[in-house]
């Protein structure tokens, strides 16, 4: 095989020939003088050609590297550190327990449970229930103030001794029975007013019915929500969720809810603070108006407005409500949120997404200036993405399973809701009807109990007695 000379070698080579043979090796040295230029020229155009291709290839995976925490609409830019992330800095918000209003007007149980169930919504109920008995019920006799409160004093009393499927005639059975009851009210005098009960007047009704499906119950309803954020001010931490009363009438916003253990009935948002499990706020959900499109970013339009007229608290939510959009909306209002988040949000990288090759009990967490966004692997094949504007470093916790901050403060908060429905379903007062506003009555009148409860435990010093 015929040995390739290096250009030293081939230097010094045609230098000896030369000076042997000068003019020979004058067109020798010509022609490996051209070989060498030609192999300088391939090996020089190689070396670029190899840098060329490095330097396309580094900038190729900066460009990759990029694209892994644009989010999947291209318009939000994320970081796997919080170098730039801002401090989350609450704002002052209202001092938690019963408000000015409530305690320069408590003090005793009966007075905080008035301004709840105000003489206003008493007038209102007796106006409504006689005219309806002197319409359709014969020898009607009219019922007073004291027939209603005492009315809603054994709905009560029958929640507290857990007897919501027991029937009244064993309530007042005389031997069995309780003698509260019978020494209360009668019980025909009882059913004639559960019969009988009417929160508007239904002649008027069709129209109002018209615009407006919760006609029926809406001026009560109004009455007594707006009590609630009046005289009690929410802790630090509020939670908003969804709340099903079981209902299986007739019902035109009636809904159909799975994943409830009722699967059936009345739909309400609730806002609640998560340290008491105070209502707050309630709003009806009657479903959207015949022949009008589905209402799109209706989790956040609920979240704006079951959170206005707070300041400085964080607010759980879960990932019906949870968006990028929704964190912006209520950093301008000087409120953190906290939650889980779709995985098809199109807010999120890509990164966050991608667990086949994560380690079990990992997390990854991405940051932008006010928002951090983290994806926990607590098994294999599951992702768990929460958002929150509150935390903006990536802590994890030191139990076992090495949760992040984010995720243990989201569980320690989420239940507020979840914490008023085992309550209310525990002592419920509600007895069995097919008219669903006196099923919403009842589930007002033992919630109207657990707030007076909360407002006036809040005012009693350690150890004193409700």
């Not at 009960?197 to 407006?212: I, Q």
């Not at 932008?368 to 958002?387: C, D, E, I, M, W």
């Not at 916790?397 to 992040?404: A, F, L």
């Amino acid at each position: 095989m015929k040995r390739r000379f290096t250009a030293r070698e081939a230097l010094d080579l045609v230098v000896a020939t030369n000076s042997e043979h000068p003019a020979t090796c004058e067109s020798e040295d010509e022609e490996l003088t051209s070989e060498d230029e030609v192999k300088f020229a391939l090996e020089s155009d190689s070396d670029s050609s190899c840098s060329s291709d490095e330097s396309t290839e580094s900038e190729d995976t900066e460009e990759t590297a990029d694209l892994q925490w644009i989010s999947k609409n291209g318009q939000i830019l994320w970081s796997s550190t919080h170098t730039e992330t801002l401090r989350y800095n609450p704002a002052k918000g209202m001092t938690p327990g019963p408000t000015h209003y409530a305690t320069a007007r408590i003090t005793t149980l009966q007075s905080c449970f008035d301004l709840f169930i105000t003489e206003e919504i008493i007038q209102l109920l007796l106006e409504n229930t006689n005219l309806h008995g002197r319409r359709f019920v014969t020898d009607w006799i009219d019922f007073d103030s004291t027939d209603i409160q005492a009315y809603i004093g054994l709905l009560i009393l029958a929640g507290v001794y857990k007897s919501r499927n027991e029937s009244t005639r064993s309530l007042w059975d005389v031997e069995n029975g309780r003698s509260i009851f019978r020494a209360t009210m009668s019980h025909r005098k009882f059913k004639l007013l559960s019969s009988t009960l009417r929160f508007d007047d239904r002649m008027t009704r069709p129209a109002r019915y018209m615009h407006d499906k919760l006609a029926a119950f809406r001026t009560i309803w109004e009455k007594w929500t707006h009590r609630l954020p009046l005289l009690f001010n929410p802790g630090q931490d509020v939670c908003v969720d969804e709340q099903l009363v079981p209902f299986k009438g007739r019902c035109r916003f009636r809904q159909y809810m799975p994943s409830k253990p009722a699967k059936y009935g009345i739909k309400i948002w609730v806002t609640c603070d998560v340290t008491t499990s105070y209502a707050w706020k309630l709003q009806i959900y009657t479903g959207k108006s015949p022949g009008s499109p589905a209402e799109v970013n209706q989790g956040k339009r609920v979240i704006l407005e079951m959170t206005e007229g707070l300041q400085g608290n964080t607010v759980t939510c879960d990932n019906f409500f949870t968006s990028y959009g929704l964190a912006e909306e209520l950093l301008k209002r000087k409120m953190a949120l906290v939650g889980t988040i779709h995985r098809n949000k199109p807010e999120l990288p890509p990164q966050l997404l991608q667990i086949k090759h994560r380690a079990l009990l990992s997390s990854l967490f991405a940051f932008t200036k006010t928002h951090t966004a983290v994806s926990y692997v607590p098994k294999r094949g599951k992702n768990v993405l929460l958002l929150s504007t509150k935390h903006r470093e990536p802590a994890v916790s030191d139990t076992e399973k090495k949760k992040p901050v984010i995720i243990t403060d989201y569980n320690r908060c989420k239940g507020g809701v979840d914490n008023l429905d085992k309550v209310v379903g525990t002592y419920s007062c509600r007895r069995r009807t097919c008219r669903w506003p006196v099923v919403q009555w009842c589930r007002c009148v033992f919630l109207q109990l657990l707030c007076t409860v909360v407002s006036r435990g809040s005012l009693l010093e350690p150890g004193q007695n409700i």
